[in-house]
């Protein structure tokens, strides 16, 4: 079956606290959002993600690596039906309905809802209340409440895509949460077991009791990478994936990308999997003047595959000769698209070796670059 993950994240955020929305605010080591979207970018079963953004955010929405994004409406129902009206082109069967602002949903919470959709048209996640229950007037206890059969909602919330949307289309507005307009439109919700981590960042502590589970859950790996190529016939050289005009050509068996090649084999480093000659064998003819961006989206592909999202990469060439600086922008830009990040967590720079060696001899053009890989 194709499942969509549909992530809502046009909300402002109010309670908690001052500053920017919270799903734009930083959170161990990243954004509130990032760390949402790597979990579903990263889950083998989602095959399609979408975003509801507010309509002011949709310039932040810049390297993320999602399908779709609709702009949200005026509350949180018209935001999830403008989402859902997004995947129509998709051939979605079963769509999860999250909440952004839970970024530490477990890969586990997330296996619990698709296996639940096997069997049923509506599943939700949940922690069952264990603490005891009061009514407080005047600041007060007033009365104690039974918990028995009481648990505490979360996300996501999978669904049939057609019945969620004709039960969206159907219902007036004000629900809490989808499962309330699934159960207007008289489905069926199964509650399957949810988790205490996966909180919902609501107030300003939150974000501190988030920093800490994410702290427990996250692996962090770098790699490096080191690559030359000599200068040969040509006018001009490639580098991440921008052609530079000069009076040399770089020579190699692919189209001789140094950087795209660097920041390739430090990803393949921090996996500690080998390197781009291990992966695309130069003795291999399929490969002769190839596009180096095969073999970058191949490493990010193969990352995402092990759990792993792409924090940041620094890219430094060391040659006479082309200058890099008026390049790098485009360079930046260019690299963030095959890595799938944003463009401000990439850094392409130069350096002179100051006339020593064969770069200082305008023999040819080296690199250095690390990556550094997130798990959590």
Known sequence: MTIAALIVAAGRGTRAGAGAPKQW????????IDHTLAVFSDHPDIDVIALVLHPDDMDLAAGLSVDVIATGGADRATSVLHGLASLSGHSVEKVLIHDVARPCVSRAVIDAVIAG??????????????????LSQDGKVCEVRDRTGLYRAQTPQG????????????????????VEVARAAGMSVTIVSGDEDNLKITMPADFARAERILGTRMDIRL??????HAFGPGDHVTLCGVAIPHDHGLIGHSDADVAMHTVTDAIYGALAMGDIGQHFPPSDPQWKGAASHI????AVALAREHGF?????????????PKIGPHADDMRRVMARFLGIEEARVSVKATTSEGLGFTGRKEGIACLATASLVRS
Do not use: M, Q
Not at 118 to 134: G, H, I, Y
Not at 223 to 228: H, I, K, P, T
């Open 25 to 32: 605010r930083a959170l161990a080591g990243r954004r509130v």
């Open 223 to 228: 790699g490096n990478g080191f690559d030359v």
């Open 159 to 178: 669904f049939d895509y057609s019945r969620i949307v004709a039960a969206h289309d159907a219902h007036k507005g004000g629900a809490a949460d989808d």
């Open 309 to 321: 999202a792409i924090s940041n990469v620094d890219c430094t060439l060391i040659c006479e000769l």
């Open 117 to 134: 959709l096997r069997d049923a048209d509506a599943v939700a996640p949940a922690v069952a209340v264990t603490d005891a229950l009061w």
């Open 295 to 298: 073999f970058l989206e191949h």
